[in-house]
Nanobody, 131 residues
Framework: QVQLVESGGGLVQPGGSLRLSCAASGFRLDLYALAWFRQAPGKEREGVACIGSTNSDTIYGDSVKGRFTVSRDNAENTVYLHLNSLKPEDTAIYYC????????????????????????WGQGTQVTVSS
């Protein structure tokens, strides 16, 4: 089955950390750029981070810069999002989405918000930051 599956969400205290995973099955993730989004109840979808073909090709949203890190492990067919110094406002469902590399720039991919603008979209994982 061809799909993206997110995991690693949960309940964490403010200041804590989590590692989210976005695992691909049925296709090679190394041929794709990845974007992480989040959406809180009643709020618009927000771009969190994007990664291109290498771990040095990344873009971050202003609200997570310096706290979140995106990385990829092509041998594991997985992209990770490391969440550090978590705040209550980071509470949301986190989604990953994949777009074939080199058709458009990472910047252009990263500003897209619609599911139909990506080749694959995961089901999401809930992150709750609360004491």
């Amino acid at each position: 089955q061809v799909q993206l599956v997110e995991s690693g969400g949960g309940l964490v205290q403010p200041g804590g950390s989590l590692r989210l995973s976005c695992a691909a099955s049925g296709f090679r993730l190394d041929l794709y750029a990845l974007a992480w989004f989040r959406q809180a109840p009643g709020k618009e979808r927000e771009g969190v981070a994007c990664i291109g073909s290498t771990n040095s090709d990344t873009i971050y949203g202003d609200s997570v810069k310096g706290r979140f890190t995106v990385s990829r492990d092509n041998a594991e067919n997985t992209v990770y999002l490391h969440l550090n110094s978590l705040k209550p406002e980071d509470t949301a469902i986190y989604y990953c989405a994949a777009d074939i590399l080199w058709v458009r720039s990472l910047q252009d991919m990263c500003i897209a918000r619609g599911k139909d603008e990506y080749d694959y979209w995961g089901q999401g994982t809930q992150v709750t930051v609360s004491s």
